[in-house]
């Protein structure tokens, strides 16, 4: 095999996204645009928190604690989300929120993608002893349960942000290396891999030129989809006090914050309860639609 048919051969996958690209049936684009739409908002209350959020999310005003949303009886236009125990206006803290919530799902889904994707295609290119020990790395992290390792890893480092984006990133590392792994070790046994190895192409550009664009589709859904589940995490470890420190916002922690309230002034837990619910949803759904649409048979 020729040097121009290896490189035309090691690029199928990019040319066939290419081509799905320009034509993609109109239900995967209506799968992907509909759960886009709450996914742009939420990133983009997110990036304009400071100047879309009506009040400081911190500020307490204790003559206006346990205001009732602007609909119910009570309730005000200046605060139309209603407030919390320390008269805090929930609409801001939900928007900060985003913020919090969303940075810490995006940076732990990027390191830990990055992390295991590396681990992962090291792992499947190489074989061999380093293979052996990733591998019962994957095992031993999937048999030990997630949630507990994290509340002893942060109650022993205690809470904070840097903490908490690092446990998540290292609970969401084993699923892109099984993946990478996994795809990597196929494509290993390819025609223009083996082509390429045979005429003399160096390993690193093996790695570089052929495998990583055919491994980034997986991984970018795999992401997409992981983005929801690092969300639940942090609202839960939120929930139980070991996430960001009050009076920091975030969702996990607003929905605490409400707890002890739930059936008196529902509005306090009830909203940040939606916005985890839809966003989620919409994450999962994004990822959904970037799987049909980077499928081949699709």
Do not use: C
């Not at 992401?223 to 996990?252: D, H, K």
């Amino acid at each position: 095999m020729s040097p121009a048919a290896v490189g035309t051969a090691a690029r199928p996958a990019t040319l066939a996204a290419g081509a799905r690209a320009a034509g993609w049936p109109r239900r995967l684009r209506w799968t992907l645009l509909l759960p886009a739409v709450p996914v742009g908002l939420a990133l983009l209350a997110a990036v304009l928190a400071p100047w879309v959020a009506p009040r400081s999310p911190t500020a307490a005003d204790l003559r206006a604690r346990l205001r009732p949303p602007v609909w119910q009886a009570g309730g005000s236009v200046e605060r139309l989300l209603g407030s919390d125990l320390l008269g805090r206006d929930v609409l801001s803290r939900l928007i900060w929120g985003a913020r919090i919530s969303l940075l810490i799902a995006l940076a732990a889904t990027v390191l830990g993608a990055a992390a295991g994707s590396v681990i992962g295609l090291v792992a499947g290119y190489f074989r061999g002893r380093l293979d052996g020990v990733v591998t019962k790395a994957i095992d031993v992290q999937l048999a030990f349960p997630f949630v507990l390792m994290a509340i002893a890893v942060i109650a022993v480092a205690g809470p904070s942000l840097p903490v908490l984006v690092a446990v998540l990133a290292i609970g969401s590392w084993v699923g892109h290396a099984r993946i990478v792994r996994g795809v990597v070790m196929s494509l290993r046994e390819r025609d223009f891999i083996i082509a390429a190895y045979a005429s003399g192409v160096r390993n690193w550009r093996i790695i570089w030129r052929h495998l990583i664009p055919n491994v980034m589709g997986p991984v970018i859904v795999l992401a997409s989809l992981g983005v929801g589940g690092i969300i639940i995490l942090e609202a839960a470890l939120s929930f139980l006090g070991l996430g960001v420190r009050p009076p920091t916002p975030s969702w996990g922690a607003i929905l605490a914050d409400g707890r002890a309230y739930i059936l008196r002034y529902p509005h306090i837990a009830f909203f940040p309860g939606l916005m985890i619910v839809i966003t989620v949803l919409a994450f999962n759904f994004v990822g959904d639609g970037l799987r049909d649409a980077l499928d081949p048979k699709e």
